[in-house]
């Protein structure tokens, strides 16, 4: 295998040409592929069907104390939700609410509360100049969307092998303006990192200045494993415990991924401090959140073991896509000097870190070529890539023969890129 | 009957004994009632029922355009869900957006959104002092909560027959500090009053002078038909064309009290203008609403004719509990002089007025006996209604035996607080 960095310009010229022949003959193809979102695959839906069988006969709408789901009433969610969710998270029903069908949309109005009314009393964000939020990255788009949205600075933190850089976090948090941090704790997006022990220890011992600073722990992909040996990730709960700082934690999933995405269940998990302030503002946003369908959820699943069990079946369609991606990158790109990528226990995505300065060009080419990636730069805040060398692949949703063929063209112009900029 | 105005002291104390007595009788039986809320009872529940079936057998989850409901995407609705609404409230499709279970949460995110961003670009209302809104009362006290929550003066503009005091709004929308109005233009909570083809005509001819002033279009009760001669609204969208005034309205509608509340799809009706803005806001708030829902109503209700039917059955429920609450108000205190109600052709509520300074009392008196009613006050703006006489009643939840136990007692208290007041 050519190192291009060690190649000569000889050498770069001939395997440019050779690239560029073979990028001409995919792109005369006329393809139409689809790798930018993280969307389950059809097959994985079809799992879930049988769901929509479990509330049609008589009665069986009614919760186990009686309680008529096709009504107005329980604001937090069925007592049973709260139960099996609970168990997922291993923190108290108490502790959580059980909500609508989008966690981003319980991040959004949390970020919302905070900038307009303020959390628990303290200031409203909207209020107050120069406020900012952490952001790990590479990350989640749609979470730094949020904060750039009501005017909060985005600062990036970069990401490493443990999670984010705790020493930077730790600095940050000294500025009373600094008033959270977003973090995809297990499987992050795109990254597949699963904090380490001592960085969650590090989080809960977190003493920021700003009394109203919030750690958006959304643990999206906390059942999400794709292998037999998956990570493990610390209750953040149990750590801050221990420092009483309960309070800091915010933490979120649903079950876009595990149920149907857009008609799962999103759940949040919080002190009772807020928990109790969260509620006090959906008793004026909202009449209630479907029940019905947290129902439908707790019958089909029943709890954590069955959620466990059933994310297997999923993991057992979703292994051989990551299985081509990473044989793939390591066939073409192995060696090479040009790409570094992470190999996942779990979670959406595989993350590629192309030559620097290659990302967008990379993409483009793809683009050009009919196939869509997640935009360069999407995983960073502004979608601003400094180094402009992410690339985010989504590998759950193309039949497993578009994804070869998306990947084989993948590796082609990640190279040709790299060539370009080594010339 | 006794008209309690004309009444000597000592008739009056004669009568007081007589109602103590009887009161002290329905007191000693320890009753549970709730006349509280206007929620769905369980047999018009029942009749949606068969709506969970649709979804169950294969490929019943596409779209007519082959799109899988069950995955990401289609943030303002599906296809046939947005033509099914648009036909019931006679507008374009592309001027619907098809959501979530909640209309209240949609207009909660609407002034949030005004109070954070501002509306098409115009000033946050956060950063103007003194912002108010128009409260047509009495009316429906969720609606006055979500402006009161953001810090918004709510100011009563009392109801008339024919709808808000129109007179007064033009007056007040001179102000450019006043940036909207609840309305419930059709069978209005609580008094089940539609607004005359001129009140909605001068709306939509009205010239706030605030360029951000929106008029919340809370169409909750559509078709909430009670009878065969269903009163008949204006289309607002129709009469604001002729004044260019679409960009003022925003309406609403929801499933909550045609299918399942909480468990219905909310929808709501704007201009372009608005659509546009609306959907850049949706874009970062949330990855979509739930489409498997939206599907079920459509596959159920097929079209506007579908849904109009199914209203018949509720109002064939619903009717004996109104013609009840109604018999019992007029056998009981009419021609006492000592209270007014309305008799809806719609809607969920009879709003009685009692005597001046009456309502608290006599709503205080019901609940030492075990029923509750709805907060006198409830109806205005702070929960403080400045005569203390409207009582909103909702006959449509308990079963018929505890909703005559319940109106006995209440038209017994009603005259005891009337009589405690004139002695």
Redesign the interface.
């Known amino acids: 295998m050519l190192n291009l960095k060690k190649a000569t310009t000889e050498e770069l010229s001939a395997r440019l040409s050779e690239l560029r022949a073979l990028y001409e003959e995919y792109k005369s193809r006329d393809l139409r592929l689809d790798m930018s979102?993280g969307?389950?695959g059809?097959e994985q839906?079809d799992l879930t069907?049988?769901m929509?069988?479990s509330?049609?006969a008589?009665d069986t709408?009614l919760t186990q104390t009686g309680f008529?789901?096709?009504?107005?009433?329980l604001l937090d969610g069925i007592p049973e939700a709260k139960l099996l969710f609970a168990e997922l998270l291993d923190v108290s029903p108490d502790n959580v609410i059980v909500c609508?069908?989008?966690s981003?949309?319980l991040m959004?109005d949390y970020i919302?509360t905070a900038?307009?009314?303020g959390l628990c009393g303290s200031t409203?964000w909207?209020k107050l100049e120069g406020v900012k939020f952490l952001c790990p990255a590479p990350g989640y788009d749609?979470h730094f969307?949020?904060t750039e949205?009501?005017g909060i600075e985005n600062i990036v933190i970069p990401m490493t092998e443990n999670g984010p850089d705790m020493d930077l976090v730790e600095d940050y948090v000294k500025d009373p303006l600094v008033k959270g941090i977003w973090c995809v704790p297990m499987y992050s997006n795109p990254d597949g990192i699963t904090y380490s022990d001592e960085t969650v220890r590090r989080f809960a011992a977190l003493k920021p200045a700003a009394e109203d600073f919030r750690v958006m722990w959304d643990n999206a992909y906390c059942v999400h494993h794709l292998t037999d040996t998956p990570d493990t990730l610390l209750n953040i709960f149990d750590e801050a415990k221990t420092h009483n700082s309960e309070d800091l934690f915010i933490e979120l999933m649903s079950t876009?991924k595990i149920s149907?995405?857009?008609?799962g269940v999103a759940v949040l998990a919080a002190s009772a401090r807020n928990v109790a302030d969260i509620k006090s503002?959906m008793t004026?946003?909202?009449?209630?959140?479907?029940?019905?369908?947290m129902l439908r959820h707790v019958r089909f699943f029943k709890n954590a073991d069955g959620v466990n069990a059933h994310m297997k079946l999923h993991a057992a369609l979703l292994r051989p896509r990551f299985e081509l991606v990473l044989s793939m990158l390591e066939r073409e790109l192995g060696g090479r000097g040009i790409a570094q990528w992470h190999t996942p226990n779990g979670g959406y995505f595989v993350s590629v870190n192309v030559c620097e300065g290659c990302a967008k060009r990379t993409v483009r080419l793809l683009a050009e070529a009919g196939v869509v990636l997640t935009g360069a730069g999407a995983t960073y805040p502004y979608g601003n890539d400094p180094a402009d060398s992410n690339i985010r692949l989504a590998p759950t949703f193309p039949p497993v023969e578009e994804l070869q063929v998306a990947m084989e063209l993948f590796c082609i112009c990640a190279e040709i890129a790299a060539i370009e900029a080594l010339i």
Not at 68 to 73: A, F, I, Q
Request: positive net charge.
């Open positions: 979102r969307k389950p059809s839906l069907l049988p929509f069988e509330l049609s008589k709408y008529d789901t096709r009504n107005y009433g609508g069908n989008s981003l949309n959004f919302s900038y307009a009314k409203p909207s749609r969307g949020i949205y009501f876009s149907f995405p857009g008609a503002r004026v946003q909202t009449i209630g959140f479907d029940k019905l369908n």
